[in-house]
């Protein structure tokens, strides 16, 4: 089967085309073992393009642990750019199916080479009652939860998928990945979710560290800085422009009046093949 591995911010994906392995009662099982990182290719996610009666393109994305996403931010940036350069579109303003709904993505494109892509993930949702979470309350903003022995103060949103926030003055990646998996899989999430950890730099500027539903920790996580700044606008805690880092690299987000988030950020190749299956 033929693929093109690609990342955008370091988290990195296996892409192919729906037509060379059209076996959807199979996908699972190829997401797991194309992103095995010693068995396989090696990946956080597989795409698939495919067609769609209602966008130019529909995405469907696993995690490698061969989960399905309705969303993938830096996901879909990869795959704007694959089914450009693949000659399946010559424009580059166009839409894709997921299910969370239809996205508009934007090439940035510079000498015929896609620089970066710009993506409406439409609206941060806070309303608890269309979040998989357990909870009669309002709202799920600043809630404390209890992690084997520590609080944590978390606000939880769907963005496409959920996607729980905590911000934190120190970054320590031994803490996130101690704990991530235990709020990944906490008891008030029925649906497991993504959990990332922001530390404020200044209104114009978040650091970012992601553990990943179904995939552990990553370098980056699109859906992951979208909620991040969605919730830190919502709160007053930065401007609607904000800059972030993640390990794998930086990613602009922009908040719109109307609560949609725009995300800009790279798309790279880095390498074809042929898997066997
Ligand atoms: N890496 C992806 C996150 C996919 C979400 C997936 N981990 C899940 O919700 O199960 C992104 O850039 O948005």
Redesign the pocket.
């Known amino acids: 089967m033929v693929f093109k591995k690609m990342h955008?911010t370091g988290?990195d994906f296996i892409v192919i085309k729906y037509e060379d392995f059209p076996f959807e009662e199979r996908f699972k099982e190829l997401a797991q073992k194309t992103c095995h990182r010693h068995f396989g290719i090696g990946a956080?996610?597989l795409l698939i393009v495919n067609k769609s009666n209602i966008a130019d393109f529909k995405m469907q994305?696993y995690?490698s642990d061969g989960?399905l996403?309705?969303?993938?931010?830096?996901?879909?940036r990869c795959f704007a750019k694959f089914v450009y350069d693949e000659g399946l579109i010559n424009k580059s303003l166009f839409t894709v199916e997921t299910l969370s709904g239809v996205k508009k993505v934007s090439l940035n494109i510079d000498d015929d080479k896609t620089k970066s892509v710009k993506v409406n993930m439409g609206e941060v949702i806070f309303e608890p009652s269309k979040i998989p979470v357990t909870s009669e309350k309002a709202s799920f903003i600043n809630e404390t939860i209890m992690v084997n022995d520590r609080n944590f103060t978390v606000t939880t949103v769907l963005?496409?998928?959920?996607?729980t926030v905590i911000f934190t003055d120190t970054l320590n990646l031994e803490e996130i990945k101690a704990y991530g998996p235990l709020i990944e899989k906490h008891d008030i999430y029925p649906a497991?979710?993504?959990v990332s950890f922001a530390k404020i730099r200044d209104e114009g500027n978040i650091e970012v560290r992601?553990w990943?539903?179904?995939?552990g920790y990553?370098l980056?996580?699109?859906?992951?800085v979208?909620s991040v700044v969605g919730v830190a606008y919502r709160l007053g805690l930065v401007d609607n422009k904000v800059n972030i880092n993640t390990e794998g690299g930086n990613i602009k987000i922009e908040v719109m009046e109307d609560d949609s988030v725009f995300m800009d950020g790279p798309a790279q190749d880095i390498c074809s093949g042929v898997y066997f299956i």
């Open positions: 955008g988290n956080d996610g994305y995690n989960s996403a309705a969303m993938c931010g830096n996901g879909i963005m496409g998928v959920p996607h497991n979710t993504n992601t990943e539903r179904g995939a990553t980056a996580c699109g859906t992951g979208s």
